[in-house]
C-alpha cells in the first residue's frame, strides 16, 4: 500500500478559484479529549540502543497546536491532505472526539486518482464510497452543520466531517502559485485559522514538502501516523524474556512439575507461579545462564492463568544427534528459532535478523526435514516481494517460476550448503537429492496469491519486510489445514520506498500475533555468516 511524500499533486494552468472554507458553527463543547489513537500519543522515549550504531529513529511529534488543545482541553479540527487518504482509507474514522475537514481539493485530486488498477487508486475509490455512505440522506443545508462520522458503525469516531460550502480567500504570502494544489490546501487551514480563532486547526499530511512549507507559513501540520504499529521499533516483541538469578527463589514455592514425550522427545514441564508471570505471553522463550556457572536454564511459556504459567523445556537443537537436515543451531536463539520451526503445533512463526543470522537456512532446513523425512507438509513454497535494491533490470522473460528465479538467489545459496551436507552420497546421489529437493520446492510470485488456499504446504515468505500489513493478511488468510506460514525479514532492510520500521506488515504480523497459542516469533541477534560479515555489520 503506497504512502507516499510525493503522490502527484494537481497543478491548474488556470487562475486559481478562491480558496474556501466552511461555514462558521458552534464551536463543540470543551472536553477532554480522551486520546486512543496513536495519532494524539505522546512519542515514548526511545529505549536504550543495543548496538553502537547509530540507528535513524523516527520522532513522531506533536505539533503546538495540538499540544495547546489537549492543555485547554478542546477538540482540534484535523485538515487531510490527499495522500493521508489515498494512504489510509480508513484515516477519516482515527480521530477519535476530534473533527476532520476535507478541503475542495481534496477531493479533486481524490477524483483525478480513482482509476486504474494500483493500490492508490483501489484507495482512492474506497474513499470516495465512504464519503458517499456518509452523504446520502443529509440535507443539503445540514453538511454545513457537520456529518457525524460515526454514522457508517464506527464507534470511536465521534467528531463530525465538514466539507468546505463557502468561497474565501485564505491569505498567503505573495509570489506563491496560488493555483497549485498544495498551496489552495495551505490556504484552506488559514481561513479556518480566522475563521475560529480560538480552535486548534491541524495539517494533516504525509508529504514532507507539505509539512515543511505549512510550518514555515506558521501553519499546524503533523504527519498521519495512525498506521505505525509502535512509536519505537526497539520496543517490538522479540519472543525471548530473560529471568532473573533468583527467579526460582521467588517462584518455586507450590512448584509442580512432570513429563511428558511429544513427537518422540521427552520434555519436563513446571507450573508455576510468581510476580514474574503476568509479564509472560504464550510461547514465549525464557532462559536463565546464571553468572554463578550453574547450568543454564532454557524453557517455552506453555500456558498461562491468571498468576500460574506452564513452562517447558526445549529440544537442544546444538546437539549434532537432534541435527535438522544437517544442521545444528549455532547459539541459543537459533536453538529457540529450530524449535518453532519443528514444533507442528505452531502454525505461524516469524524471525526477524540482521544479514547472515541464519533465518532462510533454518526454515529451509526445518522445511526440508519436515516435508521428505517426517512428511508432515507435501511441499515447500517459497515466495518473496519483488524490491530490487538498485535501478530496475526491466522485464523477465520465461514462466512464473523462471521470472521469480532471479529472486531467489538466497535460497539457491543455501540449498547449496543444505547438499553438501551429505558427504558419503557422491555425485551421483547428490544430484538425485537435488533433483528431489527441486521438485519439492515450489517458487511462486505474489502477484497470483489472491483466492488461492494452501492445504498441507510449508510456506516461506522471505523478505517479509517489505510487505505491507494489507499484503501479508492477504497471504497469511491463504493458509488451509495443516499449512505452516514461516516470515522472514529484517525490518532494518526496508527497500520499498513507503514503508518505515513502524508501518511495515512484518512489525505488524509480529505484533498482532505475540501471545497466541500456535504462534511463535523470536528475534535472532548474532551473526553466523563469517567473520567478514559481522565485522561488515558493526563497521559499515
Known sequence: MLSTQDYPKVEKGKPAKPVMTLVETAAPAAEAPQARAKTEKAPAAPAAKRSAKPKAVETLIKSSASRIGDKMGVTKMFVLDTNVLMHDPTSLFRFDEHDVYLPMMTLEELDNHK?????????????????????????????????????????????????QTRLEIGELPEGLPIGKADNQILGVVRALEVQYPGRPIVLVSKDINMRIKARALGLPAEEYFNDHVLEDTDLLYSGILQLSDDFWNKHAKGMESWQENKHGTGYTFYRLTG???????????????????????????????????????????????????????????????????????????TLLGQAGTGKTLLALAAGLAQVLETKLYNEIIVT???????????????????????????????????????????????????????SRIKIKSLNFMRGRTFVNKFLIIDEAQNLTPKQIKTLVTRAGPGTKIICLGNIAQIDTPYLTEGSSGLTYVVDRFKGWNHSGHVTLARGERSRLADHASDVL
Open 275 to 349: 510476580p514474574m508471570v503476568p509479564s509472560f505471553l504464550v510461547n514465549q522463550f525464557v532462559f536463565m545462564e546464571p553468572s554463578t556457572g550453574e547450568a543454564p536454564f532454557y524453557g517455552q511459556v506453555k500456558e498461562i492463568n491468571g498468576r500460574t504459567a506452564v513452562i517447558q523445556t526445549l529440544r537442544d537443537y546444538t546437539h549434532g544427534k537432534n541435527s535438522v537436515w544437517g544442521i545444528t543451531a549455532r547459539n541459543r536463539e537459533q536453538n529457540f528459532a529450530l524449535n518453532l520451526l519443528m514444533n507442528p503445533e505452531c502454525d505461524f512463526v
Open 115 to 163: 482509476k486504474g488498477m494500483s493500490e492508490v487508486a483501489r484507495n482512492a475509490r474506497q474513499v470516495s464510497r465512504s464519503l458517499d455512505a456518509l452523504v446520502a440522506g443529509i440535507e443539503e443545508h445540514a453538511i454545513e452543520e457537520g456529518i457525524p462520522l460515526s454514522k457508517l458503525g464506527n464507534k470511536d469516531a465521534k467528531g463530525r466531517l465538514f466539507f
Open 384 to 438: 518473496r516481494v519483488t524490491v530490487p535494491v538498485g535501478e530496475d533490470i526491466g522485464f523477465l522473460p520465461g514462466t512464473e517460476e523462471e521470472k521469480m528465479s532471479p529472486w531467489m538467489g538466497a535460497f539457491d545459496d543455501n540449498l547449496e550448503v543444505l547438499n553438501k551436507s551429505d558427504n558419503d552420497a557422491g555425485e551421483w546421489g547428490r544430484a538425485a537429492t537435488q533433483d528431489l529437493i527441486r
